[in-house]
Each structure stands twice: as C-alpha cells, then as structure tokens.
C-alpha cells in the first residue's frame, strides 16, 4: 500500500510545533501538513510538567507567539495558564485538528530520487509501525526526553526511606503537608518549587552544589496592562514585546561587555531582598559571569520571601551518600528529609532523537555543519527549532517558521523539490567550534559532543542574537550560495 503522503510533516504538537502549523497554513496555504506527536496531548513541556508552580521563566509577551497577543494581566504565567493559550491557539488557527497523537517518529529516510523523506512512525496506543511520506520536515520536537529527566548517581540513594521525586515525574498525589523537604538544584525548576513547597511544607531546604544568579521581577507587566486599555489588543502587545525583547538584548549585551557591573548589580538586589546579615557570598554569588547560564527569574520575590519567613534555607555543599534519615554532606553536616525533590535538570536529545539517512546514508548529525542553526550540512528538507539559551524560546520559533515558509514558497515558486545545505570549496576544513558558545550549564555541556558543530563564519554559525535573526531569516536572501536548490519538478508533476 502506498504510503499516505503530505507535503510538510511537522514533528512535536508543543510550542514550536502549533506555532510552526499556523505559520505554515497562513504563509504556505496550498499546502498539506500533519503534526505528529508521540505523547497522548498537545502542550509539550506545559502539558508534561505538574510539579507544584510550574510557570515561564520568560516573560509571555515573549514568549507567547508574534501573531496571538497574550491577553492575561500576569506576564510571568502558570503552567496551566500557557498550556490554555496553546491549545487556543491551535483550535483558534485550525490545525488541532491535523494533529496525531501517540505517532513517535522514529527513523526518517530521504531519497532523491524520488524527493521524499519516509517517515517512520511508532504508535504508542497500538505498538503498530507505520509509514508516512512527505517533502519537507519541520522538527519541533523540543531538546528534552520526556520519559525521563537527567539524575546524577547518587550514592546510598536504595537507603533513604522516604520519597525521592523528580521534578519531570511528579506523582498525582504527594502529601508533603508539613514535612521536611531537600531540594537538589538551584535553576529554574528549583527556585519555581521552593517558595510553592513552603507554603505547606513544614520546611524546605535547596540543596546547592554551586550558587545560581537569582533575580527578582515583578509577575504582572503594568506598562502592558496600561496599553490594553487604551489600544487594540495586537498593538499592545506588538509594543510591549518590543519593549520587553528590547530589555532582554540590552541586559544581556550587558553582561557580556561589563560582566563585573552586572554582576555587582544583581548581587546587590539579592542582599537588598535578604539583608546584610544574610551569607551572599557563600549562597547567591556565583562563580561564572552572569549570563554564561541562564539567569533565574523569582516572581514577586517569592524565594526570597520564603528564605527570609524561615520556612525555606539554602545549604551550599556536595553531597557524600544518601542516608536512611536524608542526605549525609562532604561537610559532615546530615540533613534530614521525608522528602528528596532532584530537580537536577534536563536529559537532552538531538533532533527528536531520531535516525535520520539520507540517499542510504545514515546521518552522524555531530558530524555536520549547522546553517543558520536551523538546518545540517548535507542533510535536505529538514529544518529543527531551538529556541535562545538567553532569550525567550519563542522568539527564534517564530522566526525559524517563518524562515521555513520563505523557503517552501521559493521552491514552489522555482520549481525545486530539494534544497541542502553545501560545504562550499574551502569550508571543508574550516576552524569547528562549539554548536553552542560561552554558556556553561550541564544540560547542554553533557551533550555538546552529539550536537551539530558551528564554523568560523556565517552562514554555518548559530546566531543567539534576536535582532540579527530577524534580518538574517525575515530579509535574507534564500538563495544564497550555501542553500543548493536542486531536483527540479518532474512535468509530470506539474501537470
């Protein structure tokens, strides 16, 4: 039976992927597209993630889509909250409906002769295999495995006798009503659990190996509520985006000029937020520059409020062994627990974690060149989304899925079936660098070696730079060299 056939498949049913449907229908409207997704539901990370206060570490003019302003007064949003906003979104623009759940891709295969990928497809409901055909392949699958997050070895883990829960698998039902809670990790996740935990916990302690820069700001956006009330909703938020994407370019030029300015400065909210008393050095003073991570955003300083109420502390050490009563430190100091939260971070994945081959080649995608961060030397058809590491993620979404819909239309409109990214002559031994430049943060350093390599010049970097993304996709040029169109329309198809 010959396979069913699409135009475009888009890989993932979160963010990126209801994002990169809409653009596609809008800007691409003759042609055909399905999103595979291989959980039960759409949503992605806002769907999978339940922990207690789960919310954006971005702000939602930003990271809310370009074409759906975010209506909400609280610009820091819950978890529920954005799941509802994607899936209005997707019901609101007509593509939920081309959504197959439980549809895992496995293994995508490209021919040229014939111009297609095969896309293999497990089926989580039935366990059947199938077989799906398509030109071109957006993956908007995320960087994380969603089966499991990443969890360090940690010695003596089998004694504690209490509950050990990871952030990625919080369970329905977990009392922890008036108990002792250690949680491991000091990021986003940790600092979002904390001051939610100690409103019922009896206490909560952040168990840190190394401090995180923590900055307060304010969950409710006034200038933004201000502007709705006067203006259309899409000028408002087209206005307080800008003035939002403004900020967070100008903060993080900043730090990367005048690191030791910024540092100062944002040490200096947190000792205003705890007092002098309070041992910044040793908990809230990092020993990178601001920026080489991600900093954590705290809503209306809620971790601080926790930390200065006595219902939460933070302990910076290393852990020697679990115990049957807690956690037993290099520093002889034994905490006790009825609970252990690791909120220890993300298990990466490269590309969905799918096989890819090309012309009977299996694809080493370490081995590749990136363009534009978006595509891979050698690899045709198939763009992926990874959003900023210091930026909202879905400002680059956006702007990978309207550079995706540039490149759809050129080659309707020229005629090809095929564009690849080229090495040109000389660019074959070009200096490698890192996929991702001067950001430290394990979850992506305990995969760098699996990512895609940058090279010394443009087009094969990967920009983390919002205004010349915009240029760079929005304006220009499609055919630039590097970009190889190719395999013309057979005449047959044009009949």
């Known amino acids: 039976m010959t396979p069913e056939y699409f135009d475009v498949v888009i890989v993932g049913a979160g963010l990126s992927g209801v994002g990169a449907a809409c653009h596609l229908k809008d800007q691409c409207p003759g042609k055909s597209y399905v999103i595979l997704e291989g959980r039960e539901s759409m949503g992605g990370t806002w769907d999978l993630f339940r922990y207690p206060g789960i919310r954006s570490d971005s702000d939602m003019h930003t990271l809310g889509y370009s074409f759906k302003p975010w209506l909400d007064s609280k610009a820091i949003a819950d978890g529920p909250s954005i799941l509802k906003y994607v899936r209005e979104t997707a019901f609101e623009h007509g593509v939920a409906g081309q959504i197959r759940y439980q549809h ?12 297609v990928w095969d896309v293999e497809i497990r089926r989580a409901d039935t366990g059947d295999t199938l077989l799906l055909r398509c030109n071109f392949m957006l993956m908007c699958a995320g960087y994380y495995r969603y089966e499991h997050g990443y969890l360090p070895e940690f010695k003596g883990r089998e004694l504690f006798a209490g509950d050990i829960v ?14 002792k809670v250690v949680v491991i990790g000091s990021g986003a996740t940790a600092v979002t659990l904390i001051p939610e935990m100690a409103r019922q916990a009896g206490h909560v302690v952040m168990l840190q190996r190394s401090p995180t820069y923590v900055v307060s700001q304010p969950d ?15 000028t408002a938020y087209a206005i307080t985006r800008w003035k939002n994407i403004t900020i967070q370019q100008w903060i993080y030029r900043q730090s990367r000029i005048r690191p030791d300015k910024v540092r100062r400065k944002l040490l200096k909210w947190v000792r205003k937020e705890l007092g002098k ?14 920026w080489d991570q991600r900093l954590c955003l705290v809503p209306n300083s809620d971790l601080f409020h926790a930390i200065r109420s006595g219902k939460a502390s933070v302990v ?32 990466l994945l490269v590309l969905g974690d799918v096989q890819f081959v090309v012309d009977g080649n299996p694809v080493e995608i370490a081995d590749t060149f990136t363009y534009k961060g978006i595509m891979n030397s050698d690899v045709p058809n198939l763009i992926s989304t990874f959003g900023y590491i210091n930026a909202s993620w879905t400002l680059r979404a956006d702007l990978t899925a309207e550079y995706a819909c540039r490149v759809i239309r050129y080659m309707q409109e020229h005629g090809y079936r095929q564009c690849t990214p080229r090495l040109r002559d000389g660019e074959r031994h070009m200096p490698e660098r890192p996929w991702i430049i001067g950001f430290s943060s394990g979850y992506i350093q305990r995969v760098m070696e699996r990512l895609p390599k940058q090279g010394d010049h443009e087009p094969w970097i990967n920009p983390q730079d919002y205004r010349c993304d915009k240029k760079m996709f929005r304006n220009g040029e499609i055919e630039d060299g ?14």
């Open 277 to 290: 008393e309070y041992d910044v050095e040793t908990h809230f003073t990092p020993g990178y520059n601001p």
């Open 166 to 179: 990871h952030p990625q698998l919080w369970p329905e039902v977990l009392d922890y009503n008036g108990k």
């Open 220 to 234: 409710r956006d006034w200038i933004a509520n201000a502007l709705r009330k006067v203006l259309p909703p899409k």
């Open 316 to 347: 910076t050490d290393q852990i020697d062994t679990f115990t049957e009563k807690g956690i037993l430190l290099r520093s002889g100091e034994e905490l006790e627990a009825d609970i252990i939260v690791t909120a220890t971070g993300l298990d």
């Open 482 to 495: 590097v970009l190889t169109f190719s395999n013309p329309v057979r005449s047959k198809e044009c009949a």
């Open 104 to 115: 895992r891709v496995i293994r995508a295969t490209w021919s040229s002769d014939d111009a």
